[in-house]
Nanobody, 126 residues
Framework: QEQFVESGGGLVHSGGSLRLSCAASGFDLEYYAIGWFRQAPGKEREEVSCISSYDRSTYYADSVKGRLTISRDIAKNTMYLQMNSLKPEDTAVYYC???????????????????WGRGIQVTVSS
Protein backbone atom coordinates (compact mmCIF):
# COMPACT_ATOMS: atom_id res chain seq x y z
CA GLN A 1 0.00 0.00 0.00
CA GLU A 2 1.38 3.37 -1.02
CA GLN A 3 1.70 5.82 1.83
CA PHE A 4 3.80 8.50 3.49
CA VAL A 5 5.02 8.55 7.06
CA GLU A 6 5.44 12.15 8.12
CA SER A 7 7.50 13.80 10.81
CA GLY A 8 9.13 17.04 11.85
CA GLY A 9 6.36 19.50 12.59
CA GLY A 10 5.83 21.39 15.81
CA LEU A 11 5.98 24.76 17.48
CA VAL A 12 8.84 27.16 16.79
CA HIS A 13 9.53 30.84 17.47
CA SER A 14 9.65 33.36 14.68
CA GLY A 15 13.02 33.17 12.94
CA GLY A 16 13.47 29.52 13.83
CA SER A 17 13.83 26.45 11.64
CA LEU A 18 12.11 23.12 11.12
CA ARG A 19 12.62 20.24 8.74
CA LEU A 20 9.61 18.27 7.58
CA SER A 21 10.07 14.71 6.36
CA CYS A 22 7.85 12.34 4.44
CA ALA A 23 9.10 8.78 4.09
CA ALA A 24 7.43 6.97 1.19
CA SER A 25 6.53 3.30 1.20
CA GLY A 26 4.97 1.16 -1.50
CA PHE A 27 6.38 3.27 -4.33
CA ASP A 28 9.75 4.58 -5.46
CA LEU A 29 9.88 8.32 -4.82
CA GLU A 30 12.83 8.77 -7.18
CA TYR A 31 10.66 8.61 -10.30
CA TYR A 32 7.93 10.96 -9.20
CA ALA A 33 7.36 14.66 -9.13
CA ILE A 34 7.14 15.78 -5.51
CA GLY A 35 5.53 18.75 -3.87
CA TRP A 36 4.74 20.42 -0.57
CA PHE A 37 1.46 22.18 0.11
CA ARG A 38 0.14 24.05 3.10
CA GLN A 39 -3.25 25.12 4.33
CA ALA A 40 -3.74 27.75 7.00
CA PRO A 41 -7.03 28.10 8.89
CA GLY A 42 -9.64 29.80 6.75
CA LYS A 43 -7.41 29.81 3.68
CA GLU A 44 -7.16 27.72 0.56
CA ARG A 45 -4.47 25.12 0.19
CA GLU A 46 -1.42 26.46 -1.64
CA GLU A 47 1.52 24.74 -3.25
CA VAL A 48 4.69 26.11 -1.68
CA SER A 49 7.26 24.09 -3.57
CA CYS A 50 7.66 21.24 -6.02
CA ILE A 51 10.14 19.35 -8.16
CA SER A 52 9.38 18.35 -11.73
CA SER A 53 9.54 14.73 -12.85
CA TYR A 54 10.66 15.98 -16.29
CA ASP A 55 13.99 17.53 -15.44
CA ARG A 56 14.08 17.98 -11.66
CA SER A 57 13.42 21.72 -11.95
CA THR A 58 12.17 23.30 -8.76
CA TYR A 59 9.40 25.78 -8.03
CA TYR A 60 8.90 27.94 -4.96
CA ALA A 61 6.02 30.21 -4.13
CA ASP A 62 7.12 33.83 -3.82
CA SER A 63 6.18 33.86 -0.14
CA VAL A 64 8.78 31.18 0.70
CA LYS A 65 11.61 31.82 -1.76
CA GLY A 66 14.98 31.92 -0.06
CA ARG A 67 13.61 30.43 3.16
CA LEU A 68 12.27 26.98 2.25
CA THR A 69 14.13 24.22 0.41
CA ILE A 70 12.64 21.07 -1.07
CA SER A 71 14.75 17.95 -1.48
CA ARG A 72 14.66 14.18 -1.54
CA ASP A 73 16.96 11.38 -0.40
CA ILE A 74 16.69 8.55 -2.89
CA ALA A 75 18.43 6.02 -0.66
CA LYS A 76 15.96 6.72 2.16
CA ASN A 77 12.99 7.13 -0.20
CA THR A 78 12.18 10.29 1.72
CA MET A 79 11.33 13.86 0.79
CA TYR A 80 12.05 16.92 2.89
CA LEU A 81 11.11 20.53 3.34
CA GLN A 82 13.76 22.54 5.16
CA MET A 83 12.17 25.69 6.56
CA ASN A 84 14.36 28.54 7.81
CA SER A 85 13.60 32.08 8.99
CA LEU A 86 10.08 31.02 9.80
CA LYS A 87 7.37 33.62 10.19
CA PRO A 88 4.01 33.50 11.97
CA GLU A 89 2.32 33.54 8.56
CA ASP A 90 3.97 30.19 7.82
CA THR A 91 1.69 28.60 10.40
CA ALA A 92 -0.33 25.91 8.62
CA VAL A 93 -0.82 22.21 8.10
CA TYR A 94 1.78 21.07 5.59
CA TYR A 95 1.17 18.20 3.17
CA CYS A 96 3.65 16.21 1.12
CA UNK A 97 2.62 14.78 -2.23
CA UNK A 98 4.00 12.73 -5.12
CA UNK A 99 2.80 12.42 -8.68
CA UNK A 100 3.73 13.24 -12.26
CA UNK A 101 4.47 16.44 -14.13
CA UNK A 102 1.84 17.09 -16.79
CA UNK A 103 2.95 20.50 -18.00
CA UNK A 104 6.05 22.62 -17.62
CA UNK A 105 6.77 26.08 -18.93
CA UNK A 106 9.61 28.48 -18.23
CA UNK A 107 8.38 29.58 -14.81
CA UNK A 108 5.71 27.05 -13.99
CA UNK A 109 5.46 23.37 -13.21
CA UNK A 110 2.08 21.64 -13.12
CA UNK A 111 2.01 18.32 -11.37
CA UNK A 112 -0.85 15.91 -10.83
CA UNK A 113 -0.46 14.25 -7.47
CA UNK A 114 -1.46 10.68 -6.75
CA UNK A 115 -0.12 10.18 -3.24
CA TRP A 116 -0.65 12.50 -0.29
CA GLY A 117 0.55 12.70 3.26
CA ARG A 118 -1.96 13.21 6.06
CA GLY A 119 -0.61 16.57 7.11
CA ILE A 120 1.92 17.99 9.58
CA GLN A 121 1.10 20.90 11.85
CA VAL A 122 3.61 23.75 11.87
CA THR A 123 3.03 26.62 14.28
CA VAL A 124 5.26 29.71 14.36
CA SER A 125 4.87 32.00 17.33
CA SER A 126 5.69 35.69 17.17
Amino acid sequence: QEQFVESGGGLVHSGGSLRLSCAASGFDLEYYAIGWFRQAPGKEREEVSCISSYDRSTYYADSVKGRLTISRDIAKNTMYLQMNSLKPEDTAVYYCAAGLTVDQRMDTIRNEYQFWGRGIQVTVSS
